[in-house]
């Protein structure tokens, strides 16, 4: 969406950006209509909130794939970066190296469409509804927070039960076996992933957090804060926690990564320090005391 573009209905459809970004993940073949930072096309968040002091150095937001692979990177960016800027340069050429284009078009996928692409239109009004709408205790608790759109997204799906966990995958049967991956102890459902599974106990104990027998994901409002915890944007640090289970699960699961507590942890404090550069203002300071609590608890 570029251009001299003016009038309400555009304004409306600028304003769904984030959130049409936020619900679609995109399987990359020729990359020409795929952003280069703010689609998600490498791994589960896309590269702006990955790598933002590297984009603070770009001085064209709105590359698309296809354009670094043709042109490279480093024609877009500021003639000095910072340390920071740099390390994570090398990190963004290594992704961009491993990319094999096609000349076909990009496939953009999206959890509210069927088998044949077609969308699901019941459950993306009761989304936009919960977004706009956010009357009821659990919608409070995930839009109103300074979490990126897509971790409210991924919390909104986790308590309507519509993520890909082995269990709805095995109800729509793509796979055969439901058993967790990472314990190996029980079936993968919501709140084993999230609050059964020992590598999860382990995790929220470590915070100082005491789960009940009945802490499930659909109460995920009613969770009790930890006193290490600071009360301002609890629920963004909530989300936190379990986007980043939820993101060490896949790299388990999908790469063959090693988890563990520690691993989780450090995670857990870099991406706090990610949304803490990119927080509005009166949330600044609040990734600073996120990493303080994640490395008492490592």
Not at 57 to 61: A, D, L, S, V
Not at 63 to 76: E, M, R, S, W
């Given at each position: 969406?570029?251009g001299?573009?003016?009038g309400h209905?555009?304004?409306a459809l600028e304003?769904l ?7 679609t993940t995109?399987?990359l073949r020729?990359?020409t ?10 791994g589960?968040?896309?590269?702006a ?7 603070s ?5 709105t ?14 960016l500021?003639?000095?970066l ?7 340069l090398?990190q963004?050429?290594?992704i ?9 078009d ?14 699901h239109t019941?459950?993306?009004?009761k989304l936009l509804t919960?977004v706009?709408?956010?009357?009821d ?13 897509r971790?409210?997204?991924f919390?909104w799906l986790l ?8 269990c709805?995958l095995k ?6 076996d439901?058993?967790?991956d ?14 059964r599974?020992p590598h999860a106990?382990?995790f929220w ?9 009945g802490t ?7 969770l009790?804060?930890?006193?290490r ?8 640090f909530?989300l936190l926690?379990?986007?980043q289970?939820w ?23 870099t991406e706090?320090t990610?949304?803490?550069?990119r927080?509005?203002k009166?949330c600044?300071g ?5 990493c303080?609590?994640?490395s008492?608890s490592m």
């Open positions: 969406m570029e001299a573009l003016h209905h555009w304004e304003s950006l984030p959130l049409y970004q936020a619900i995109v399987r020729s990359g209509t795929t952003s280069f930072w703010h689609d998600v096309w490498d589960d968040d896309s590269l909130q990955r790598f933002p002091a590297l984009l150095h770009c001085t064209r937001q590359l698309t794939v296809k354009a670094v692979l043709q042109t490279g990177l480093d024609v877009h500021v003639p000095r910072s340390p920071l800027a740099r390390d994570e090398a963004v050429n290594q961009v190296a491993a990319i094999t284009p096609s000349m076909e990009d496939e953009r996928m999206t959890p509210f469409a069927s088998d044949d692409g077609k969308i019941a459950a993306l009004y919960s706009s709408n956010s009357k205790a659990i919608s409070r608790f995930i839009w109103d927070n300074c979490a990126p759109p971790v409210q997204f919390a308590t309507n039960d519509r993520i890909q966990h082995k709805n109800k729509k049967k793509v796979l055969d439901s058993t967790c990472v314990c190996g102890g029980a079936e993968e459902t919501v709140d084993h992933l999230i609050f599974c106990c382990n104990h470590a915070l100082g957090f005491r789960l009940g027998d499930q994901v659909l109460n995920l409002d009613q009790g804060r930890s006193s915890v600071p009360a301002e944007q609890f629920g963004a909530i926690c379990c986007w289970l993101k060490q699960r896949n790299g388990h699961v999908f790469r063959q990564e090693p988890i563990s507590l520690q691993r989780t942890l450090q995670a857990c404090k706090a990610l949304w803490g550069a927080a509005p009166g600044r609040i990734g600073t005391r996120w303080e609590v994640f008492i």
